[in-house]
């Protein structure tokens, strides 16, 4: 089972539509159920997706020198990518992750899966929640 809040997944969705006819392909990370203000009636270590990371941060190091700056370690055990012309599966193309979420056209949540790294396709819950805020300091 795979957990994902509802803003997220809005998110996501609206990257995938504007970069369209380009594919999307970014790095998300996960807050425990535990540290939600509301009850999600699930185990307080279980992950849910509640950040990405803009793939175009640290592009230029990246590049130089192979140290991928846009992703805190020990973060991004899941991505999203978008498939404007393709089919709803994980491809050779894609970037693997532990969790892989895929959309394709029209942009809405019935044209969203999530699937292991395998390609095979896994339960997505979206959840009404708002992660906890984040602090700076």
């Given at each position: ?7 997220l997944?809005?998110v996501?969705l ?19 159920a ?9 185990g307080?270590?279980?992950p ?12 230029a190091?990246n ?9 805190p ?18 491809t050779k ?5 532990g969790?892989?979420?895929?959309a394709?056209p ?6 969203l ?7 095979t ?9 708002e992660?906890p ?5």
């Open positions: 089972m795979v957990y994902v809040t509802r803003g997944v809005d996501l609206d990257l995938a539509e504007d970069a369209e006819p380009e594919r999307t392909n970014v790095v998300l990370s996960t807050t425990p535990g540290e939600f203000d509301a009850d999600l009636d699930i307080a270590e279980t849910v997706l509640t950040h990405f990371y803009l793939p175009d941060a640290g592009r190091v590049a130089i020198f192979g140290v991928d700056l846009a992703t370690a020990g973060r991004g055990r899941a991505r999203f990518v978008s498939h404007p012309q393709g089919k709803l599966e994980v193309r894609d970037d693997l992750a969790v892989v979420l895929v394709i029209p942009w809405e949540d019935r044209s899966a999530a699937f292991d790294r395998a390609g396709r896994l339960e997505l819950t979206i959840l009404d929640a992660p805020q984040e602090s700076f300091t």
